[in-house]
């Protein structure tokens, strides 16, 4: 699918990057998440209580679901 799949949190560099991190914890997209999701930081239970449209344009404004030209596919 070209999307990257490496372990390394691309968005701030450390650890793993997992669900978790992305939607609750992630310090760099904390302004989005708040823009977003109506806070800056959120417990795993809280997700629950989120629309997927909340959701699912949360993960667009996180620009992590582009493709990665790093493992050579082709920009859109």
Sequence with gaps: MGLCNDPMRRKCG???ETSVHILCECEVLASLRHAHLG???LDPEDIRELGMGTIW???KGTRLLQPS????????
């Design 57 to 59: 344009n949360y993960a």
């Design 69 to 76: 030209t790093e493992y050579g596919a082709q920009a859109a």
């Design 39 to 41: 806070s800056f930081f």
């Design 14 to 16: 450390t650890e793993e």
